[in-house]
């Protein structure tokens, strides 16, 4: 098993262009050498990227490689510039509500009500005031939401017991009907994330967790790996298997893995990086 997730972790190599045809290496035509300064441009912003990231959020970037942290530089940059935001300290400011709420935080209903409120949708007005008014209110979300993590090591053994028992309530999940299953796993994510949940609106909370229900569903998962992939999902954002935040998680997404493989090797990995976390 271990080889199969060690060719999915594989990274591919891009290969060098080559200069005019029957002219020395060194020669190069003038729109080239404007591509090889945009490229110095480009792995100099990366670099500082990298930094601010390490400096910032320490304990995250230690989970991430020197490659892993540049990659996500450069993809947030692609995304935050769909938005208009192109200065190097508003791809920063994007950046950071990015590693607070996920890559696609813009999309994440648990954050929809949140950015309402700043008209973050709409996108009016001052571009640096728009991101000042996020990073404001990611600030007081966060500091909030803080609190959820009182004894959390309590809530991950909630957490296993639940993941390891056959039974859960006297019931066994993938037999019970539709609603109840959705029932289940809104009181799960209620007794795991308390404060956080109850920022939502209970409309939020429902369709949040059908839309997640369901995306783990095509992901090939049963009832129960649904449920932990949800907790993950609140916790990590949105997709968050899709995401450069989170490049060991990759492997959830491929459908040529088991699901019951897929998810106990998940299960194993987010342990492992939220004790490195906890130790940062």
């Known amino acids: 098993m271990q080889d199969i997730f060690d060719r999915i972790d594989g990274q591919e190599k891009r290969a060098g262009g080559a200069g005019l045809p029957g002219a020395p290496a060194f020669i190069r035509p003038g729109e080239a050498l404007e591509e090889i300064f945009a490229d110095d441009q480009l792995i100099l912003f990366q670099k500082r990227t990298a930094l601010f990231l390490r400096r910032s959020f320490p304990a995250y970037a230690a989970s991430l490689s020197a490659d892993e942290l540049e990659k996500l530089a450069v993809t947030v940059q692609k995304r935050a510039g769909l ?144 449920i932990i992939y949800l907790l993950a999902n609140v916790y990590f954002g949105r997709a968050f298997e899709l995401s450069p935040l989170y490049p060991w998680a990759y492997f959830l997404q491929n459908r040529a893995i088991p699901a019951s493989e897929r998810a106990r090797h998940f299960f194993t990995l987010a342990q492992k990086h939220l004790t490195q976390l906890a130790k940062g």
């Open 83 to 226: 938005r208009g935001f192109t200065t190097e300290k508003q791809i920063w400011y994007y950046l950071i509500a990015v590693v607070y709420c996920g890559f696609f935080f813009e999309q994440d209903i648990q954050y929809a009500d949140m950015l309402s409120l700043i008209g973050w949708p709409h996108k009016q007005g001052d571009t640096m005031l728009l991101l000042d008014r996020l990073l404001d209110i990611i600030d007081e979300y966060a500091l909030e939401c803080e609190k959820d993590f009182v004894d959390f090591g309590g809530k991950l053994r909630y957490i296993a017991e639940f993941y390891a028992a056959p039974h859960f309530g006297g019931t066994v999940p993938d037999h019970l009907p539709a609603p109840q299953q959705q029932a289940l796993a809104e009181e799960i994510v209620s007794r795991v994330f308390p404060v956080r949940s109850g920022l939502w609106t209970p409309q939020s909370r429902h369709k949040l967790v059908a839309a997640g229900l369901t995306y783990a569903g095509n992901l090939g998962f049963s009832v129960k790996d649904r």
